[in-house]
């Protein structure tokens, strides 16, 4: 089947900067994808150069096996939901997701039936006659999603439309966004910053940083088996802590660091090198997967020895603060009956299936911006 | 509110000196006299009525109105593109561009009439209605351009994307979205463009023909002194001016874009 978009080789600059460095992007049809990344990172100019207001300056863009790379914005089959929704002021709520159609060229009773079906969609019925200026702000983000959707487009490009929500009303559209993306069988392309976001709503996530697209795959793969320390602290909390592999073999690996020693199983090898002994790597160990080794337990190959330099209530979880005996910090977040009487002198233990050893330029990625 | 009553009036007091003029002015024209002076004895609606019975006055008030419908509409024509290509440009261009739009505002005006005089004289143009009309037009296009480009500035760059996103071209996106969106200040901009003409003497003195504008008539007139009658004429022009000035007002500050 044709993807519904096919990015190759993509690169857009802006002066002699990059900001979108030689893309590579496949999305089958009918798929929720996310391009998640900081602030700068390209997922916007990603976005617009699809929807044609960013000229690429090499790589082609498809959408539904046609090449739109050089086709006027007017043309595309794309459509956009703008961060400030970009509702024309001066039209009726039925205007606005009425324009698209009218533009195709359709029949003004063809128009309004469109406009009712789709108020229905967002579940705004009634509201037609309103002006913009007279909705609440997650009325406006309906409509915006209803004026794009109604000229029935290949892809429908949603650039941080949430970002300008209180929490509740976000947490609320983002279910929505889902059931609305499930119920027309559209593929959307969305671009966020917020991880929890773009693990929430999507089948696919695109982590992006400097132009670049540094992982993609389902949120749980993701999430799982980072491909680097950037992709690892962008998604979720992680503790990164740099290591150097001295033995490899029969299916494990041995990794140090000072006053630290742990054994993992080579698959969870996550950052695709084949590490040799004497390469310096990250381990990167989820908060939440540090669980306290039972007092009587025999040595475990992956135990973290620590002392609590900071605990923190949080209801549902207790956040720890964990000195190792090299100096370094981790973070260990567990349910309150877990961490009930720890203090002092620790002895916790990640799943191994929750670790994951990424072989790379140690410093280089190692930032935990999010 | 707290506070004194010095502050309150002084405000007060300067109101009073800014129309406490119009008031004597508006009711000398009701002294049945055919001299200007206090008090009003006998009080007559004569220089009122008389307005609509003086041919030279109401000539005058109709080439002004005529002069100030084509200043405008020039004005409208000129600061309309302008100011949208001023909108689309930055830095120093934006800078230089802006400067060279706005400098006839702050010439003296009668510097620019006595250049346009001359300068319509070379290129062979008659004094009348068209000079005045253009002469007008250059004291006017600076507010036009100004106008316009604070509201396109506020529009933002996402509308006209959004349209063309949704698939209008070029022309559809000015005539629906961008045309629209200024509305309130091209309003705003004509009414006080006619207001600008209409009231404007040094341009019209130096570039008019034979028949005098409103403005210039009155100056005629005033030289064989004062009467009633111009006291009338003038309160007449103040209400409708006002009436004008206060809806340019209300459009140029509209926030709400509804119609």
């Keep these: 089947m044709t993807p519904a978009l096919e990015i190759r080789g993509l690169t857009k600059r802006f002066g002699s900067a990059a900001a979108v460095d030689g893309v590579d992007l496949k999305v089958a049809a009918g798929l929720f994808v996310t391009l998640l990344g900081p602030s700068g990172c390209g997922k916007s100019t990603l976005l617009r150069a699809v929807a044609g207001f960013a000229p690429p300056e090499s790589g082609t863009i498809h959408v539904a096996g046609r090449d739109i790379t050089r086709e006027v914005p007017h043309r595309r089959p794309v459509t956009i939901v703008f961060q400030d929704y970009a509702l024309f002021p001066h039209m009726t709520v039925a205007g606005n997701i009425g324009f698209g159609c009218e533009m195709k060229g359709l029949a003004p009773a063809a128009v309004a039936s469109r406009v009712e079906e789709m108020l229905a969609l967002v579940r705004l019925p009634g509201l037609s006659g309103r002006y913009p200026e007279q909705l609440s702000g997650g009325q406006r983000q309906r409509v915006a999603l209803a004026r794009a959707l109604a000229p029935d487009p290949v ?13 509740q009303l976000r947490r609320e559209m983002q279910g929505e966004l889902k059931a609305i993306q499930r119920r027309t069988g559209k593929t959307f392309v969305f671009v966020t910053h917020d991880q929890e976001e773009a693990m929430a709503m999507s089948d696919l996530i695109a982590v992006m940083r400097n132009g670049r697209i540094e992982q993609i795959g389902p949120p749980e793969a993701v999430y799982r088996d980072p491909a680097n320390s950037f992709v690892a602290g962008f998604l979720g909390a992680a503790n990164l802590v740099p290591v150097e592999v001295v033995g490899t073999g029969s299916g494990m690996l041995t990794v140090v660091a000072e006053g630290l020693q742990w054994t993992l199983p080579a698959e969870r090898v996550t950052s695709g090198e084949k590490p040799e002994p004497g390469d310096a790597a990250v381990m990167m160990i989820r908060p939440e997967s540090l669980r306290p080794l039972p007092d009587d337990a025999q040595a475990h190959s992956l135990a973290v020895n620590g002392r609590v330099i900071d605990r923190t209530f949080l209801g549902g979880r207790v956040v720890l603060s964990l000195e190792l005996p090299g100096g370094q910090v981790i973070r260990a977040e567990l349910p309150p009956h877990e961490a009930e009487g720890l203090g002092g002198q620790v002895r916790l233990a990640p799943r191994a299936s929750e670790v994951a050893l990424l072989v790379e330029n140690v410093g280089s990625g190692s930032n935990k911006e999010r | 509110m707290r506070g004194g009553w010095a502050l309150p009036l002084w405000f007060w007091l300067f109101v009073a000196y800014l129309f406490l003029p119009l008031v004597v002015m508006a009711l000398m024209g009701f002294r049945d006299s055919n001299f200007v002076a206090f008090p009003i004895q006998t009080w007559t609606s004569r220089w009122y009525t008389g307005v609509l019975a003086d041919g030279d006055m ?10 100030a419908l084509w200043s405008t ?27 060279s739009v706005v400098l006839p505002a702050f010439l003296p005006v009668i510097v620019s009439s006595v250049a346009l005089r001359m300068y319509l004289g070379v290129i062979g143009l008659e004094p009348g209605v068209a000079a005045i009309s253009f002469g007008h037009a250059v004291g006017s296009v600076p507010f036009v351009v100004i106008m316009v480009l604070t509201r396109i500035e506020a529009m933002g760059p996402n509308l006209a994307d959004a349209a063309r996103n949704l698939g209008a071209d070029d022309l559809i996106v000015f005539a629906r979205i961008t ?24 341009r019209s003195f130096f570039l008019g023909g034979f028949e005098p504008t409103f403005p210039v008539l009155l100056f005629a007139r005033l030289r064989f002194g004062f009467d009633p009658g111009l006291a009338a004429v003038s309160t007449l022009v103040l209400v409708v001016s006002v009436a004008v000035g206060l809806v340019a007002e209300r459009y140029v500050r509209a926030k709400g874009l509804r119609p």
Aim: charged share 10%; with cysteine.
């Design chain 2, 73 to 99: 509409l020039l004005s409208l024509a000129v600061g309309l593109p302008t100011g949208l290509l001023v909108a689309r440009t930055c830095g120093a261009l934006r800078a230089l561009l802006i400067a």
């Design chain 2, 179 to 202: 045309l629209p969106f200024l509305a309130p200040a091209l309003i705003g901009a004509f009414l006080f463009c006619i207001l600008l003409s209409f009231e404007d003497f040094a």
């Design chain 1, 155 to 167: 892809l429908l490009l949603l650039d941080e439309p949430l970002a300008a929500l209180d929490l």
């Design chain 2, 58 to 67: 109401l000539a005058a008030i109709w080439l002004s109105a005529r002069v």
